[in-house]
């Protein structure tokens, strides 16, 4: 997924229960990527960056990990039995103003045997019929190797399996890596090396 904005990690903040358990001494993007180092945590621990693993801690506590650049400029950081907020003033939001809940579509409702029933009173999607219609269409072929999704305004790859298998080590800096002119993906949307990233959790979740 590609973001136009340049994000910048900067100052630090923790949370007070856990600042004196784990500290960080460097935090910011390099290619899109968040890189987080820090010290005095538990030593041989697993490390989660935003609920996904991203290694584990050496025997003196310290670590070094690249992970996602979180979308409200938040990481959560979880070492062993410590859990704590990085909060990244200076980082520019990936996504404003969150995506609204599409409507499931349903309009009848039924009985827990299967049976149709009346709407009203039931509680079922049916009857409320909440949320926003998609548009219409969902997803535009913008010609140059990307079709933008008219739902979030991201915009992805046409061809999502052109990169091929990577690992978590590598997804990052290959993705990073993508620009105009590549012959893997026939990119020819005027995008340079750092205009590309991985997307986060609830973004992969919004298509």
């Known amino acids: 997924m590609r973001t136009s904005a340049t994000i910048v990690l900067a100052a630090l903040l923790v ?22 180092q820090g010290n005095k945590a538990t030593k041989q621990a697993a490390i989660h960056w935003e609920n996904g693993n991203v290694g584990e801690t050496n025997k003196g506590g310290s670590f070094s990990f690249s992970g996602v650049v979180p979308a409200s400029c938040v990481g959560q950081l979880s070492i062993g039995s410590d ?13 404003g103003i969150p995506t609204p809940v599409a409507k499931t579509g ?3 409702c039924w009985n827990i045997l299967g049976v149709e029933i009346p709407c009203a009173g039931t509680g079922q999607a049916g009857e409320f019929q909440a949320g926003v219609s998609l548009p219409t269409p969902r997803f535009t072929d913008d010609a140059d190797g990307t079709v933008k999704d008219n739902a979030t305004g991201l915009i992805w790859l046409k061809d999502g ?26 990119l020819a949307d005027q995008s340079v090396a750092g ?11 919004s298509l």
């Open 195 to 205: 205009d590309w990233r991985v997307p986060n959790r609830k973004e992969y979740e």
């Open 83 to 95: 859990t704590i907020n990085v909060a990244l003033p200076n980082c520019t939001k990936i996504s």
């Open 161 to 186: 399996s052109c990169l091929g298998f990577q690992t978590w080590s590598t997804a990052f800096a290959v993705v990073a890596a993508l620009a105009h002119g590549d012959s893997f993906c026939s």
């Open 106 to 108: 349903q309009t009848r």
């Open 15 to 36: 949370s007070a229960s856990a600042a004196e358990a784990i500290e960080i001494t460097l935090a910011e993007v390099q290619n899109g990527v968040a890189v987080v």
